[in-house]
């Protein structure tokens, strides 16, 4: 999820669990831990690929992020007298804002490396969208209500109340993503595409419009399914991709980590000679956030080049055209 959501969630925690005299100070330290992990945003990895894929690794691993939280409340017992007051409360604060941060992150559709340094593939549940407004703004409402009377009676049952709303939203989520996924295997069985790879996320800022991606032998299907709209059939628009490509500069590095990071939910193309690889998962046709370089053709192989990241060309149009699908037309 967005920083934002993150240091507010944190915050949340922090107003909800801490002794009424320490409220203020636990919704600050809570924003600082519950954004800390993303402090990885600046750490060069050496390469445009590097930086993708290693996002979300060592400091969102709950193996790495468990230990630190005891370090942490060890130290601050030590050296600061609220946490001596009242250890257990902010040993709860401190490990919940820590961990979760990445928790939330798996919720997405980036992927989070939750147990690193051992390699499976990156969780991505992609139930929420990055950036959720009907998950932060209520949490945001009750830390700016607890920032303004921390010594109410009322700011804690409150905090609690909203936290227990957001996991009911959490929850939603899943549930939502199971209906299209239901629907989604009633639409490719009716193509004889049963048991295709398929990702299922929400479209921006919303639970209520799904995007779909469908794994072809020749390239893939973009469809999108909304909950409020009883379609007919569901709808999808084929797009080609090379994936001979794949397997042709399968033991280029970049390709190989792509592959992997994303579970091979890419596209591949050749523009100027040089291979293109395009994360499907975040973005919609014909607009993605991830596009990297990742090889030049050689004579006969692929040549590892340095990695760049393509820029995006934002449009603002899918703004309306999911305002659009929500309500009335889900093609």
């Excluded at 519950?34 to 894929?53: H, K, S």
């Excluded at 290693?54 to 007298?81: E, N, Q």
């Excluded at 401190?94 to 340094?117: K, N, R, S």
């Excluded at 490509?245 to 980590?257: H, N, Q, T």
Aim: glycine letters at 6%.
């Amino acid at each position: 999820m967005d920083s934002v959501t993150q240091a507010v969630l944190g915050a949340a925690i922090g107003g909800a669990i801490a002794p009424r005299g320490s409220r203020r100070k636990a919704l600050l330290a809570g924003a600082l831990l519950g954004t800390a992990p993303d402090l990885d945003v600046f750490i060069d990895y050496g390469g445009a690929v590097e930086n993708f894929t290693y996002h979300r690794g060592v400091s969102h691993s709950l193996l790495v992020l468990a230990p630190v939280a005891v370090l942490l409340w060890l130290a601050l017992r030590r050296w600061w007298a609220p946490v001596r007051e009242a250890p257990y409360r902010w040993l709860a604060v401190i490990a919940l804002a820590l961990v979760t941060h990445p928790l939330l992150d798996a919720h997405t559709a980036y992927g989070t490396q939750l147990f690193w340094p051992l390699e499976p593939h990156p969780a991505m549940w992609a139930t929420l969208f990055i950036i959720d407004p009907l998950y932060t703004v209520p949490l945001l409402v009750g830390v700016l209500f607890v920032a303004v009377r921390p010594l109410a009676q009322s700011s804690a049952a409150l905090m609690r109340s909203l936290l227990a709303l957001s996991v009911c939203y959490v929850a939603w989520s899943w549930i939502a993503q199971g209906i299209v996924r239901s629907n989604v295997e009633t639409a490719l069985a009716a193509r004889g595409l049963d048991g295709a790879p398929t990702f299922i996320t929400p479209t921006p800022f919303n639970t209520l419009l799904w995007r779909i991606v469908v794994m072809t032998g020749d390239g893939y299907l973009e469809g999108f399914d909304s909950l409020l709209v009883d379609e007919a059939a569901m709808h999808f628009v084929s797009y080609p991709s090379d994936r001979a490509l794949l397997e042709e500069a399968g033991d280029v590095w970049a390709v190989a980590r792509l592959r992997w990071f994303s579970r091979d939910f890419m596209k591949a193309t050749v523009v100027n000679e040089q291979l293109l690889l395009t994360d499907l998962r975040m973005g919609q046709e014909p607009v993605y956030v991830f596009t990297h370089v990742v090889a030049s053709r050689g004579n006969p192989h692929w040549t590892v080049v340095p990695t760049e990241l393509v820029p995006m060309a934002y449009d603002t149009s899918v703004i309306g055209e999911t305002w659009r699908r929500i309500w009335r037309d889900p093609r």
